[in-house]
């Protein structure tokens, strides 16, 4: 394993805490069913529902290839509004593609013990690392990639994308998962609470501020979930999008995750810069049509 260089505001398990729940959600058998979903789409579509750390059942979307094999799987998240239905969008048509919806959040992984809104659902457990739900959430992607390679019975590499509430999630949980070889994360959350405690944001990332304000034990908690703490931890390529504007995830938290990933594997961190994040913009379709081309060419430069 790669060294990294361990800054003096990590906590000096943060790896070993990690690695344990890493370990614990492994022990998980996912039991992926399979279900009908009637979707016009390059792909033949399915919902999925599988089981993930703490026995929780989530839902989700799986996508397999029309003809032939499956190449490379695909892990794709989502932001803090959940997905309503898959979206194949940069996707080559030789992907197997696993469409996750994290615990607790719409429309398909709804649960009465989780808040329903962003703010609500960021707080869930946050008392403790063992109970905050980013954990059981990074759980759920390991989850979903051990249902992909069962579901297409085959060890195929792994690519994780996800934007958002998914880049801060996939930046936690790539570092401990060996059977992804690259990323892309667009606009990732919960990078440098250092520096996002601090700055003016909207949806979650205000939520756990004022949270923080008024309970200020929580930022030890904090400590563990930091996007850009796991990011410098990375051993993957990985295409990175930070918005030079954003009112939902400080900018300066999005290029702080950028920033560890170059630190830990150089070049391999690609960087796209977007006007803004989480709004509409003069040019943001041609920003998002240059960010679909990225991520399909991290996804079709992999190879089994």
Same mark, same amino acid.
């Given at each position: 394993?790669?060294?990294?260089?361990?800054?003096?505001?990590?906590?000096?398990?943060?790896? *070993?805490?990690?690695?344990?729940? *890493?370990?614990?959600? +492994?022990?998980?058998?996912?039991?992926?069913? #399979?279900?009908?979903?009637?979707?016009?789409? +390059?792909?033949?579509?399915?919902?999925? @529902? /599988?089981? +993930?750390?703490?026995?929780?059942?989530?839902?989700?979307?799986?996508?397999?290839?029309?003809?032939?094999?499956?190449?490379?799987?695909?892990?794709?998240?989502?932001?803090?509004?959940?997905?309503?239905?898959?979206?194949?969008?940069?996707?080559? @048509?030789?992907?197997?593609?696993?469409?996750?919806?994290?615990?607790?959040?719409?429309?398909?992984?709804?649960?009465?013990?989780?808040?329903?809104?962003?703010?609500?659902?960021?707080?869930?457990?946050?008392?403790?690392?063992?109970?905050?739900?980013?954990? &059981?959430?990074?759980?759920?992607?390991?989850?979903?990639?051990?249902? #992909?390679?069962?579901?297409?019975?085959?060890?195929?590499?792994?690519?994780?994308? &996800?934007?958002?509430?998914?880049?801060?999630?996939?930046?936690?949980? /790539?570092?401990?998962?060996?059977?992804?070889?690259?990323?892309?994360?667009?606009?990732?959350?919960?990078?440098?609470?250092?520096?996002?405690?601090?700055?003016?944001?909207?949806?979650?990332?205000?939520?756990?501020?004022?949270?923080? @304000?008024?309970?200020?034990?929580?930022?030890?908690?904090?400590?563990?979930? @930091?996007?850009?703490?796991?990011?410098?931890?990375?051993?993957?390529?990985?295409?990175?999008?930070?918005?030079?504007?954003?009112?939902?995830?400080?900018?300066?938290?999005?290029?702080?995750?950028?920033?560890?990933?170059?630190?830990?594997?150089?070049?391999?961190?690609?960087?796209?810069? /977007?006007?803004?994040?989480?709004?509409?913009?003069?040019?943001?379709?041609?920003?998002?049509?240059?960010?679909?081309?990225?991520?399909?060419?991290?996804?079709?430069?992999?190879?089994?």
């Amino acid at each position: 394993m790669v060294a990294h260089r361990r800054h003096s505001g990590d906590p000096e398990d943060f790896d *070993a805490f990690w690695r344990r729940l *890493a370990v614990e959600a +492994s022990q998980v058998a996912p039991e992926p069913e #399979l279900a009908p979903y009637p979707m016009e789409a +390059s792909h033949e579509i399915h919902r999925v @529902d /599988l089981t +993930s750390l703490g026995g929780m059942r989530i839902g989700g979307w799986v996508a397999l290839p029309k003809e032939g094999t499956p190449r490379v799987g695909v892990v794709c998240s989502h932001g803090y509004g959940g997905r309503e239905e898959p979206d194949l969008a940069g996707m080559p @048509d030789d992907a197997a593609v696993i469409f996750p919806v994290a615990r607790g959040l719409p429309t398909v992984s709804l649960m009465p013990q989780y808040g329903r809104t962003a703010q609500a659902h960021v707080l869930e457990g946050i008392g403790s690392i063992h109970t905050y739900v980013l954990g &059981g959430c990074a759980a759920d992607i390991w989850a979903s990639a051990t249902a #992909l390679r069962e579901i297409i019975g085959a060890e195929v590499p792994l690519v994780f994308v &996800g934007g958002s509430f998914g880049g801060g999630q996939g930046a936690l949980a /790539l570092p401990w998962d060996d059977r992804f070889v690259a990323a892309a994360l667009r606009v990732p959350s919960f990078g440098q609470y250092d520096l996002r405690l601090k700055l003016e944001c909207t949806g979650s990332g205000a939520a756990v501020r004022e949270h923080v @304000d008024a309970h200020p034990r929580a930022r030890e908690v904090l400590r563990y979930f @930091d996007a850009a703490t796991a990011a410098s931890r990375l051993q993957i390529p990985t295409l990175i999008a930070c918005a030079l504007w954003d009112p939902s995830v400080p900018p300066a938290g999005q290029f702080a995750v950028h920033n560890a990933a170059r630190s830990a594997t150089g070049e391999a961190a690609q960087l796209q810069v /977007l006007s803004a994040g989480h709004a509409e913009y003069p040019g943001d379709a041609q920003e998002h049509v240059v960010w679909l081309r990225g991520v399909r060419d991290v996804v079709t430069s992999v190879t089994g």
